[in-house]
Structures are given as structure tokens and as C-alpha cells.
């Protein structure tokens, strides 16, 4: 056992230096002012190095493997195996690339973000080029140090979602595809024009902070912040950060603050068993997703869920809403609307967007589309997935910050959540037959607790899929669940 000590010490050590790394990176985007981002970034690039060095050290591999006989002794669910277990994967994966093309890889980040902003802001794609096709290559090389198990796209995809392939994720959006196309190309029309106008950002604040302690955080272990971007990040289960975004003329920030609330459940639901170890997180990054969607659409745009807050809704806004009744709200934040930018997209057409992005960064990293003609493939494929025409690079191939970061194989994640959010909300609907009340009456907590108990709590201890299989009894992801629910909605919208 004493081994087993020694490694729970070394990775406290090295959670606790990721928190520090979490502090700043959390501070950067709330508060710092924008001069320090020079500053901020040697500090983060070190403590990230030491991270890495300390986790990579030979010496917690000969613990790993010391370990093996304990391993096997051990209940499979305990704590004590699933740490050893995970921990090795993140490991063997850890040493596989060596530090130089990592340190390449943070540097080409770094400056691809700074050419990103200045590029969308110039709708000037050109400038971005160079920096896009670094990264790529970089991509390339880092696939060569792993063996996927069956095409190249595959060893980014698993930074994000360990252990699905990409032939699995093509059969679930091959699925998806010509299923969404049709919903959205005969969703109704929806009148939606009470939803934009002027919104006191103020008012907006006052009510968003009514609504999340309802949802189950207990005092004291969060707080939110105003932000460019919205994004929720936590360095415990009783320290989470969440932010939202108010904007002057609609009232997105009620479902942007329960989507990060949606994220900012799960890290506060994690058992305290696993803080300050590799498993005090989420499986993947579908798997976190499909909770941030579950709060805000699955409970979020429901019809029950503004049973209870429409109400302090239309109190908090009474000229732009007091006219406005219950049905023709749920109708108007449920509406499908083919656009140009995924962040605003709507549950139907989101996916398509993802769809979208998925295949192209296949073709970018097998190299079958050229780089240079990135925006007319793009321009192209919008046209044909979602009907729209681009007006300029900005609002097309530049609106995303992932790819200036390197991050190609993350898109995918987003979608997976949708599809994964629908399958646990159908064993959500078996154990709580009551949910549609509860949630007109203002009880979320039955929900909440639900969650937490049978998915935030067990963090990282099983893959994704087998946290899919304890949940629903099946690790195969199934989109039927998400196309029912998204066909009745659209059902639901047709005028009576
Ligand atoms: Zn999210």
C-alpha cells in the first residue's frame, strides 16, 4: 500500500498545480487587464512544463507498474483501481509525445490565437493561413505518435473523447444528417420578435442569480462572473466558477448561464473521494456536454420549466414580455432557424453546424482540401447544409477560435453531448415520473440530485462508454432518442 500512498501524493501535488494554472487561466479571462496576457502566458507555458515533467517522471510509471498486482486484487468500481487504471492511460498517452513537439505545439497555439483575433477582425483569411496550416501540420505529426485504431482523425478525437473512434462518431452523424436537413428545412416559422429589443443587462443579472440556486449548488461553492465568452471552469467540487455573457438586446444570458450551470453541476457534484486525483473530472468532453445541454435546453426550454419562472420572468421584463403569454414564449425560445454562427444557433440546426466542421477537419488532416481554399469549401457547404449564404470569412471559416488553438478534433464533442444528453434523459424520465410537475413547481432538486448521484459523482473513475453503460445499460451511442425528441418539439411548433 505504501506505494499506492506515494502516488496519491504525487498526483494531490500535481492537482494541486493544476488548480494554480486553473486560478490563472480563470482570472485571465474575467479580470485581468489586457497588457498582462504577455505575463500571463510564461507563467502559464511553466507551470504547464512542470506539470507535464512531474507527470511524465519515470518514476510514476515504475509506480504504475509496481501496481499491477494491487490492481488486479481490486474491485474494478473501487476508487483505488479506477485511480491506478486511469491513471495509467493518461500515462502511457502523456509519454507517448515527446516534449519538444509539445512545447511546438503550445508556442504555435499561442501565436495562432493572437493571428485569429487580428484575422476575424479583418475578415482577412490570408493572414490566418500560415498560422492554420502550422497547426495542421503540428496535428499531423502528433497523430504519428500513436497507432489509432482506425483512421489518422482518430488520435485527436481521443484527446477529447477517449475511446470512440472515428468511424463510430461518421455512423452517428450519417444518422443525424439527412435527418436534421429535413426537420429543419420544414421547421415552422415561429414568431420570435419579442425575444429582441432592450433587456437591462442589469435586470437580466438579478434574474439569472435567482435561478441558479434552485438548480443545487450549495451556498458558498460558487460564484459567477460577467465575461466576453462564456465558459465555467472550478478548481474543486466546492470551488466553481461559472460566467455568462448579458447582452444589451436579447435575453441569451438565461440560457447561456444554464448551459455553464449545466457544466458547473457536474465538477460540483464529483465525489470528494476522487478531488486532488486524475478522476476528479468528467469521462469526456460529450459527456460534460450532454449535461450543459441537458440544463439548458432538456430543462431550459421546457414547457414546465417556465411553468413555474415565467412568471418572475415577465415581472423582471414587463414591457417587453407582460404581453406576451406562456405558449408563445416556449414556442419562440423552441424554433428552428437555419443561420451563420454556431454559437447562436438553435438545438435543431446546431448539429448541423458541427456535421459541418467535423468533415472538414477530416479533409484538412488527410489533406484532400487545400488550405488556401478553406473559405469557398466552406461558403460552399454552408450553402448546401444549411441553406445560408456567407457574407464574409468573419461570420464563415474565421468564426471559430478552436483551429487557431490547434484544437482540431474537438468539435465533434459538441454534437456527441446532444445526442448523449437525450439517451440519460430518457432514464432520467424512468426514475422520476413525476419530473414535468416537479419542474412546474420549481423543484429542481429532485433532478439535480438524480444526476449527481448516478453520473457527476463517479467524475473520471470509467471511460465514457462505460459510464454510458452504467447510466442507460448500453455503451453504443444512439441518436434515435435525440432525433425523437427534436421531431416532436418541431411537431409541437406547427400552428395548432
Ligand atoms: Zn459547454
Redesign the pocket.
Known amino acids: 500500500m505504501d506505494d499506492l500512498r506515494t502516488l496519491r501524493g504525487r498526483l494531490a501535488e500535481i492537482s494541486d498545480l493544476s488548480r494554480a494554472a486553473g486560478v490563472l487561466g480563470w482570472e485571465q479571462r474575467v479580470s485581468m487587464p489586457p497588457l498582462g496576457t504577455e505575463s500571463r502566458a510564461e507563467s502559464l507555458a511553466t507551470l504547464g512544463r512542470v506539470i507535464h515533467d512531474r507527470f511524465t517522471d519515470p518514476e510514476i510509471g515504475r509506480l504504475l507498474h509496481r501496481l499491477s498486482a494491487l490492481e488486479e486484487s481490486l474491485d474494478y468500481d473501487s476508487d483505488d483501481a479506477s485511480l491506478i487504471r486511469v491513471t495509467r492511460r493518461d500515462y502511457e498517452k502523456a509519454c507517448r509525445v515527446p516534449t519538444e513537439l509539445r512545447v511546438e505545439m503550445t508556442r504555435a497555439a499561442a501565436s495562432g490565437h493572437h493571428a485569429w483575433v487580428e484575422a476575424r477582425k479583418n475578415d482577412d483569411f490570408a493572414s490566418f493561413l500560415p498560422y492554420l496550416r502550422r497547426n495542421v501540420e503540428l496535428k499531423r505529426r502528433y497523430i504519428e505518435c500513436f497507432e489509432p485504431a482506425d483512421l489518422p482523425y482518430t488520435a485527436l478525437l481521443d484527446d477529447y473523447e477517449p475511446g470512440m473512434t472515428t468511424t463510430e462518431v461518421r455512423d452517428v452523424f450519417a444518422t443525424l444528417r439527412p435527418a436534421l436537413t429535413e426537420l429543419v428545412r420544414n421547421a415552422p416559422e415561429v414568431d420570435a420578435s419579442f425575444l429582441h429589443g432592450a433587456f437591462d443587462p442589469e435586470a437580466q443579472r438579478r434574474f439569472v442569480e435567482r435561478l441558479l440556486p434552485p438548480l443545487g449548488f450549495v451556498d458558498g461553492a460558487w460564484r459567477l462572473d460577467p465575461t466576453a465568452h462564456p465558459f465555467?471552469t472550478s478548481f474543486s467540487n466546492r470551488d466553481v466558477r461559472l460566467t455568462t455573457r448579458y447582452r444589451h438586446d436579447d435575453l441569451e444570458s438565461v440560457w447561456s448561464t444554464l448551459?455553464?450551470a449545466?457544466?458547473g453541476l457536474y465538477a460540483h457534484g464529483i465525489a470528494d473521494s476522487l478531488m486532488r486525483t486524475p478522476l476528479g473530472g468528467a469521462p469526456s468532453l460529450g459527456v460534460?456536454?450532454s449535461q450543459?445541454r441537458t440544463w439548458e435546453n432538456l430543462v431550459g426550454r421546457s414547457r414546465p420549466f417556465w411553468t413555474h419562472w415565467y412568471g418572475p420572468l415577465q415581472e423582471t421584463f414587463p414591457e417587453q414580455l407582460g404581453n406576451v403569454d406562456l405558449d408563445a414564449f416556449v414556442r419562440a425560445i423552441n424554433r428552428a432557424e437555419p443561420g451563420l454562427i454556431r454559437v447562436d444557433a438553435d438545438e435543431t440546426t446546431y448539429s448541423l453546424h458541427i456535421i459541418l466542421r467535423f468533415e472538414l477537419e477530416q479533409d484538412l488532416i488527410d489533406g484532400t482540401v487545400p488550405l488556401d481554399d478553406l473559405p469557398e469549401i466552406w461558403n460552399a457547404r454552408m450553402k448546401e447544409f444549411l441553406g445560408v449564404d456567407v457574407p464574409s470569412n468573419s461570420d464563415g471559416v474565421l468564426q471559430d477560435v478552436h483551429w487557431s488553438g490547434g484544437g482540431i478534433g474537438y468539435f465533434p464533442t459538441?454534437a456527441l453531448?446532444n445526442v448523449i444528453s437525450l439517451q440519460i434523459w430518457a432514464k432520467v424520465r424512468e426514475a422520476l415520473p413525476d419530473l414535468d410537475d416537479q419542474l412546474a413547481a420549481g423543484d429542481l432538486l429532485q433532478l439535480s440530485d438524480w444526476l449527481r448521484d448516478n453520473l457527476y459523482s463517479l467524475g473520471r473513475k470509467f471511460t465514457p462508454k462505460e459510464t454510458l453503460e452504467r447510466l442507460t445499460g448500453s455503451d453504443a451511442i444512439d441518436p434515435q432518442p435525440y432525433l425523437a425528441y427534436l421531431s416532436d418539439k418541431m411537431a409541437s411548433l406547427a400552428p395548432a
Do not use: M
Open positions: 465555467c448551459h455553464e449545466g457544466h460534460n456536454e450543459s459538441y453531448g
